[in-house]
């Protein structure tokens, strides 16, 4: 027994040995396999982490080549469209080419256009020139659209696009083609984006690596490789020959590198159409947090691995002892515990493998998490998915609770039927079909789709991304993505929308410029052709003097006419400049409203018009506005009314003060209303536009520019008023403009009317509100008032009033009346009530033209409508002070112009010939010069107070008229120095004003001289 038992002990000793020797060998080979685990994990990770540097920056590079070729595309498309609406234009003129060549640049955000003519001309807006000398690749005739790159003026990289011309002339020139080109960077920065910390970078190069466009690294050097060998240095076993030879034969590729000590990935793809690469570039670590949450999950399963395999060993020496007890009875049960743990081992390596098969597609969901909020793995074999990424939307739509398997197939055709929009499910449903997969797609390949999807807050554009992958057996699975992209979408679709809409807008302005230089064709030649034939005649009849002097006076009114025209066409230019101010300054509403009705009168007695001016309840006379902006504003509503109105029409006037407007202002409404041809409902929606004439036979001959209104609206926006218009075709037009002005101190509301108390007056006229509104006027002054609209009726009430004791006091009566005209009311008043009362004459036109015949009838003064407070007042007071004679006109010419001297400043002799004769005849003694630097000469040697008065141009060579002012003014001699200087200039904006002021200037005439403005200025000085 006790040699058994020492044979066991010996037995056991030499098993314990072995086994202690076999179990520090097993940790040896454990511990060792486990770095070589690790290590090779880490290799393969590193591996896979590369290819998905290189997949995301190529998906990047590849996309953004094709929205770059996109973008060159429609461009050459717009330029077909642009040549086809310039190949209609008359394009001899080389101002006019130029103006048109930078409108072309500036409506479609270029920076350079140019035409190529037959002859190898090239045309921008800056210079014509040979198109050999300066673009070598012109050298060849251009017969398809062409994309190419040239380095500018500048030294920047410009993308030039040029395509052949058909059917278009330049200065007797036929065009071949015409090109544009835009700054390469000015594109490529769009492409470059800001990815968490890091930005991607994207340049354009050729086939060379000469970099087109200018960004990260382009600054640093021309060339890419010339940029490596300097500053960089390629990843270990990357050679840069190799990547030269790759982009030369135009193959995609990837490769990292190093700048200093940043480590930097980089991806180029051919652009396609081109010899161009499209390269992006990411610094090193952009998914440093992905790759490092990877690696720390396989060192925690190997860690797992190396523990399960110890507790196995334990495990293993505890049964070892328990065997060798019971060596003899249980070995056969230690044989089949032995191959339970290699059973056990083995499903557990299958199981690491497993997960280690998980990690490295988690890598791939880790970097494009960011980017997609649901991202899934499939297997196509098994019609199943394995989430990696979901978000609470995915996982309701889904089904499932968080990161569990599900059957792709099932599952995704239920998400769509619930989820996608209708018109989108067969393109979905397409993309994600294994069959449609396996035959469309490569490893490595990558697809998108776009589609509207429904959501709690409606429908929003989501983006479906697949990409192929292929694992270690060349088993093919794909990753899928999904993202939110509605912010992308609708801000193409809003930039598509605002393109279509800036291209709507410049194809209507060119439309409407068009359309107004036609008409200004035809508008500007009808009185140059008066001005050059009535002048013929005035020549070839010059002995005729009545003859002659009939030829100059409607050469005159055609000067007038176009001088309309050009003041038109200037003011709507500087309104659209912004260069137009309203200045607000106190003046007086007869003085406007009278000075409107003098200036309609020619028109309206040519025309025959019936003519009205009336005011209603105007109560604040004076006030602060632009005197000169509101008159052009009336003036160009009234003689629109005059001109549309047919012979024998009504054309009526009114002004009226509304009630409850704030403290301080004054609420009027300025009508104008006729009884003319009217206008469209649909042509008054765009009357307000610039260039807009009706066309209809009616208005075809009627002068215009169509600017009138569009210049006034604009300028009544700027008084912050509003202007409407109701308008029926046959039955006239209403011109409604609503203004608020600021009151001002009027001294006339001071007014006192003592003597005026109890005085009865009777108002005749067929307005009723005429009649109301002069009756108001006179209750107000404290006179008791009455009124008729009859002739007859007035008669009747005369009698009345003096057979009762009563008799009216004075007489105010409308000269113009259906039944019984004022005249003869006056002829008839005169024989009841005799000579003594006084009866004023109201009327709307001169009243110098029914003077005489109102006097011999009886009246004793004259009142304008409309009927204002003051205009009122001051002819009761000049009846009652017998001061109502009408005050005969002045002579244009004073007495006392005899014998002064001007010095007369102007650099063209036919300005001058013309001044000469007026100031002449007018009695001065004028001496002239052609420039400023004259000018100064001639009054620093002359004696001092010679010369009376400067007339000064501003236009001229050598020394402007301002600086030769100033000059003057800088001169020793006091009296010399404060010679009175007034500009005389063809510059005739209110800017041009305020700079004579500064100048030093006196006062401002404008050109074409108006004689009796000329003497009213000069008189202010001499």
Same mark, same amino acid.
């Given at each position: 027994?006790?040699?058994?038992?020492?044979?066991?002990?010996?037995?056991?000793?030499?098993?314990?040995?072995?086994?202690?020797? %076999?179990?520090?060998?097993?940790?040896?080979?454990?511990?060792?396999?486990? $770095?070589?685990?690790?290590?090779?994990?880490?290799?393969?990770?590193?591996?896979?982490?590369?290819?998905?540097?290189?997949?995301?920056?190529?998906?990047?590079?590849?996309?953004?080549?094709?929205?770059?070729?996109?973008?060159?595309?429609?461009?050459?498309?717009?330029?077909?469209?642009?040549?086809?609406?310039?190949?209609?234009?008359?394009?001899?003129?080389?101002?006019?080419?130029?103006?048109?060549?930078?409108?072309?640049?500036?409506?479609?955000?270029?920076?350079?256009?140019?035409? /190529?003519?037959?002859?190898?001309?090239?045309?921008?807006?800056?210079?014509?020139?040979?198109?050999?000398?300066?673009?070598?690749?012109?050298?060849?005739?251009?017969?398809?659209?062409?994309?190419?790159?040239?380095?500018?003026?500048?030294?920047?990289?410009?993308?030039?696009?040029?395509?052949?011309?058909?059917?278009?002339?330049?200065?007797?020139?036929?065009?071949?083609?015409?090109?544009?080109?835009?700054?390469?960077?000015?594109?490529?920065?769009?492409?470059?984006?800001?990815?968490?910390?890091?930005?991607?970078?994207?340049?354009?190069?050729?086939?060379?690596?000469?970099?087109?466009?200018?960004?990260?690294?382009?600054?640093?050097?021309?060339?890419?490789?010339?940029? !490596?060998?300097?500053?960089?240095?390629?990843?270990?076993?990357?050679?840069?020959?190799?990547?030269?030879?790759?982009?030369?034969?135009?193959?995609?590729?990837?490769?990292?590198?190093?700048?200093?000590?940043?480590?930097?990935?980089?991806?180029?793809?051919?652009?396609?159409?081109?010899?161009?690469?499209?390269?992006?570039?990411?610094?090193?670590?952009?998914?440093?947090?992905?790759?490092?949450?990877?690696?720390?999950?396989?060192?925690?399963?190997?860690? !797992?691995?190396?523990?399960?395999? !110890?507790?196995?060993?334990?495990?293993?020496?505890?049964?070892?002892?328990?065997?060798?007890?019971?060596?003899?009875?249980?070995?056969?049960?230690?044989?089949?515990?032995?191959?339970?743990?290699?059973?056990?081992?083995?499903?557990?390596?299958?199981?690491?493998?497993?997960?280690?098969?998980?990690?490295?597609?988690?890598?791939? =969901?880790?970097?494009?998490?960011?980017?997609?909020?649901?991202?899934?793995?499939?297997?196509?074999?098994?019609?199943?998915?394995?989430?990696?990424?979901?978000?609470?939307?995915?996982?309701?739509?889904?089904?499932?609770?968080?990161?569990?398997?599900?059957?792709?197939?099932?599952?995704?055709?239920?998400?769509?039927?619930?989820?996608?929009?209708?018109?989108?499910?067969?393109?979905?449903?397409?993309?994600?079909?294994?069959?449609?997969?396996?035959?469309?797609?490569?490893?490595?390949?990558?697809?998108?789709?776009?589609? %509207?999807?429904?959501?709690?807050?409606?429908?929003?554009?989501?983006?479906?991304?697949?990409?192929?992958?292929?694992?270690?057996?060349? +088993?093919?699975?794909?990753?899928?993505?999904?993202?939110?992209?509605?912010?992308?979408?609708? @801000?193409?679709?809003?930039?598509?929308?605002?393109?279509?809409?800036?291209?709507?807008?410049?194809?209507?302005?060119?439309?409407?410029?068009?359309?107004?230089?036609?008409?200004?064709?035809?508008?500007?030649?009808?009185?140059?052709?008066?001005?050059?034939?009535?002048?013929?005649?005035?020549?070839?009849?010059?002995?005729?003097?009545?003859? /002659?002097?009939?030829?100059?006076?409607?050469?005159?009114?055609?000067?007038?006419?176009?001088?309309?025209?050009?003041?038109?066409?200037?003011?709507?230019?500087?309104?659209?400049?912004?260069?137009?101010?309203?200045?607000?300054?106190?003046?007086?509403?007869?003085?406007?409203?009278?000075?409107?009705?003098?200036?309609?009168?020619?028109?309206?007695?040519?025309?025959?018009?019936?003519?009205?001016?009336?005011?209603?309840?105007?109560?604040?006379?004076?006030?602060?506005?632009?005197?000169?902006?509101?008159?052009?504003? !009336?003036?160009?509503?009234?003689? @629109?009314?005059? +001109?549309?109105?047919?012979?024998?029409?009504?054309?009526?006037?009114?002004?009226?003060?509304?009630?409850?407007?704030?403290?301080?202002?004054?609420?009027?409404?300025?009508?104008?209303?006729?009884?003319?041809?009217?206008?469209?409902?649909?042509?008054?929606?765009?009357?307000?536009?610039?260039?807009?004439?009706?066309?209809?036979?009616?208005?075809?001959?009627? $002068?215009?520019?169509?600017?009138?209104?569009?210049?006034?609206?604009?300028?009544?926006?700027?008084?912050?008023?509003?202007?409407?218009?109701?308008?029926?075709?046959?039955?006239?037009?209403?011109?409604?403009?609503?203004?608020?002005?600021?009151?001002?101190?009027?001294?006339?509301?001071?007014?006192?009317?003592?003597?005026?108390?109890?005085?009865?007056?009777?108002?005749?006229?067929?307005?009723?509100?005429?009649?109301?509104?002069?009756?108001?006027? #006179?209750?107000?002054?404290?006179?008791?008032?009455?009124?008729?609209?009859?002739?007859?009726?007035?008669?009747?009430?005369?009698?009345?009033?003096?057979?009762?004791?009563?008799?009216?006091?004075?007489?105010?009566?409308?000269?113009?009346?259906?039944?019984?005209?004022?005249?003869?009311?006056?002829?008839?008043?005169?024989?009841?009530?005799?000579?003594?009362?006084?009866?004023?004459? #109201?009327?709307?036109?001169?009243?110098?033209?029914?003077?005489?015949?109102?006097?011999?009838?009886?009246?004793?003064?004259?009142?304008?409508?409309?009927?204002?407070?003051?205009?009122?007042?001051?002819?009761?007071?000049?009846?009652?002070?017998?001061?109502?004679?009408?005050?005969?006109?002045?002579? =244009?010419?004073?007495?006392?112009?005899?014998?002064?001297?001007?010095?007369?400043?102007?650099?063209?002799?036919?300005?001058?010939?013309?001044?000469?004769?007026?100031?002449?005849?007018?009695?001065?003694?004028?001496?002239?010069?052609?420039?400023?630097?004259?000018?100064?000469?001639?009054?620093?040697?002359?004696?001092?107070?010679?010369?009376?008065?400067?007339?000064?141009?501003?236009?001229?060579?050598?020394?402007?008229?301002?600086?030769?002012?100033?000059?003057?003014?800088?001169?020793? @001699?006091?009296?010399?120095?404060?010679?009175?200087?007034?500009?005389?200039?063809?510059?005739?904006?209110?800017?041009?004003?305020?700079?004579?002021?500064?100048?030093?200037?006196?006062?401002?005439?404008?050109?074409?001289?108006?004689?009796?403005?000329?003497?009213?200025?000069?008189?202010?000085?001499?």
């Amino acid at each position: 027994m006790k040699k058994i038992m020492k044979e066991i002990f010996q037995i056991r000793k030499r098993y314990l040995i072995i086994l202690g020797v %076999a179990t520090l060998m097993i940790i040896g080979f454990i511990a060792a396999s486990g $770095q070589v685990f690790q290590k090779s994990s880490s290799e393969k990770s590193d591996e896979v982490i590369w290819e998905m540097n290189a997949f995301y920056l190529k998906e990047i590079s590849e996309r953004r080549s094709a929205v770059l070729m996109k973008m060159l595309r429609e461009r050459l498309n717009r330029m077909d469209s642009i040549v086809e609406v310039l190949s209609e234009k008359d394009m001899d003129d080389k101002a006019e080419l130029r103006k048109e060549i930078k409108n072309i640049k500036k409506v479609n955000g270029l920076n350079l256009f140019a035409f /190529v003519d037959d002859t190898g001309m090239v045309y921008t807006e800056e210079a014509t020139f040979s198109s050999i000398s300066r673009c070598s690749f012109l050298a060849d005739e251009i017969i398809r659209p062409t994309i190419t790159s040239i380095k500018s003026g500048n030294h920047r990289d410009m993308i030039i696009l040029a395509c052949p011309v058909e059917n278009l002339t330049i200065l007797g020139n036929q065009v071949t083609s015409c090109l544009c080109g835009i700054y390469t960077d000015s594109i490529i920065d769009l492409f470059s984006t800001t990815t968490g910390e890091n930005r991607i970078y994207c340049n354009l190069m050729d086939q060379s690596g000469t970099f087109i466009s200018s960004n990260k690294f382009s600054k640093y050097e021309d060339n890419l490789f010339d940029l !490596l060998d300097k500053y960089g240095t390629l990843e270990e076993g990357t050679d840069a020959d190799v990547i030269k030879s790759s982009m030369q034969k135009g193959d995609d590729g990837y490769f990292e590198f190093y700048a200093g000590k940043e480590n930097y990935n980089m991806y180029y793809s051919k652009v396609a159409g081109t010899d161009w690469y499209m390269s992006v570039c990411v610094k090193g670590g952009t998914f440093d947090d992905e790759i490092d949450a990877i690696r720390n999950e396989i060192t925690k399963y190997g860690q !797992l691995q190396m523990k399960i395999i !110890l507790a196995g060993l334990i495990l293993t020496a505890i049964i070892a002892q328990l065997t060798l007890a019971k060596l003899e009875r249980k070995r056969y049960k230690q044989e089949k515990e032995n191959e339970v743990e290699k059973e056990k081992i083995a499903m557990e390596s299958k199981l690491l493998e497993e997960e280690r098969e998980k990690f490295r597609y988690s890598r791939i =969901v880790n970097a494009l998490a960011n980017k997609y909020h649901t991202v899934c793995y499939l297997y196509p074999d098994t019609d199943t998915a394995i989430p990696y990424v979901l978000s609470d939307e995915s996982i309701r739509a889904f089904g499932l609770g968080e990161h569990r398997n599900f059957c792709f197939s099932e599952q995704k055709d239920r998400m769509i039927k619930k989820y996608v929009e209708i018109s989108y499910r067969d393109s979905v449903k397409e993309v994600t079909d294994f069959d449609w997969l396996k035959e469309n797609m490569e490893p490595e390949e990558v697809i998108s789709r776009t589609y %509207a999807s429904y959501s709690a807050e409606g429908i929003r554009y989501a983006k479906i991304t697949i990409a192929c992958i292929e694992n270690e057996e060349s +088993k093919v699975g794909y990753v899928v993505g999904l993202a939110d992209a509605d912010e992308e979408v609708r @801000n193409e679709q809003e930039q598509k929308r605002k393109l279509e809409d800036a291209l709507n807008v410049a194809e209507h302005a060119n439309m409407a410029k068009t359309t107004f230089l036609n008409n200004m064709s035809h508008d500007i030649r009808t009185p140059m052709n008066a001005i050059i034939g009535f002048t013929n005649l005035a020549i070839s009849h010059a002995e005729d003097s009545e003859r /002659v002097k009939d030829c100059l006076v409607k050469i005159e009114t055609a000067n007038n006419h176009l001088l309309a025209l050009i003041n038109d066409v200037l003011d709507m230019s500087r309104i659209e400049s912004g260069k137009v101010q309203i200045e607000n300054k106190p003046c007086e509403l007869p003085e406007i409203i009278y000075s409107l009705r003098n200036i309609l009168q020619a028109d309206v007695k040519k025309k025959n018009i019936n003519f009205f001016i009336d005011s209603m309840n105007v109560t604040h006379e004076c006030v602060e506005c632009d005197k000169l902006r509101l008159n052009q504003v !009336l003036l160009n509503c009234a003689g @629109n009314a005059i +001109k549309f109105t047919e012979e024998g029409g009504d054309v009526c006037i009114r002004i009226i003060e509304k009630e409850n407007a704030p403290d301080g202002f004054a609420d009027f409404i300025f009508e104008v209303e006729d009884t003319g041809i009217g206008m469209s409902r649909e042509f008054v929606k765009h009357i307000f536009e610039p260039f807009s004439r009706e066309e209809r036979s009616s208005v075809r001959f009627i $002068q215009g520019t169509g600017l009138g209104m569009s210049i006034a609206k604009n300028i009544v926006d700027l008084m912050k008023g509003t202007i409407s218009i109701e308008s029926e075709p046959g039955k006239g037009t209403k011109i409604s403009i609503q203004l608020r002005l600021k009151v001002c101190d009027d001294p006339k509301e001071n007014m006192t009317y003592a003597n005026l108390y109890g005085k009865r007056a009777l108002v005749v006229d067929d307005s009723t509100e005429a009649c109301i509104n002069v009756c108001r006027i #006179l209750k107000n002054m404290g006179m008791e008032a009455e009124w008729s609209s009859r002739g007859d009726d007035a008669l009747v009430r005369t009698k009345y009033a003096k057979d009762e004791g009563s008799a009216y006091d004075g007489y105010i009566v409308d000269w113009i009346m259906p039944d019984m005209n004022g005249l003869e009311l006056i002829k008839k008043l005169r024989k009841e009530v005799g000579e003594e009362p006084p009866i004023v004459v #109201l009327t709307a036109y001169d009243w110098t033209d029914i003077e005489r015949e109102a006097v011999e009838a009886g009246a004793t003064a004259f009142c304008p409508k409309p009927i204002f407070v003051s205009e009122l007042y001051r002819v009761i007071q000049d009846i009652q002070t017998h001061n109502s004679k009408v005050e005969e006109d002045k002579d =244009v010419i004073p007495a006392e112009f005899k014998g002064k001297r001007i010095l007369l400043v102007d650099d063209v002799d036919l300005n001058r010939e013309i001044a000469e004769t007026i100031l002449t005849e007018a009695g001065f003694e004028v001496y002239s010069v052609s420039d400023g630097m004259q000018a100064v000469n001639y009054m620093e040697n002359e004696k001092p107070g010679f010369i009376d008065l400067v007339l000064m141009d501003i236009m001229m060579p050598q020394m402007n008229g301002y600086e030769a002012t100033r000059a003057i003014r800088h001169l020793e @001699n006091e009296i010399i120095a404060n010679t009175p200087i007034v500009a005389m200039t063809a510059n005739a904006f209110e800017e041009d004003r305020k700079n004579a002021m500064e100048a030093g200037m006196n006062d401002h005439i404008a050109k074409p001289i108006s004689i009796e403005k000329l003497f009213k200025v000069i008189q202010k000085f001499i």
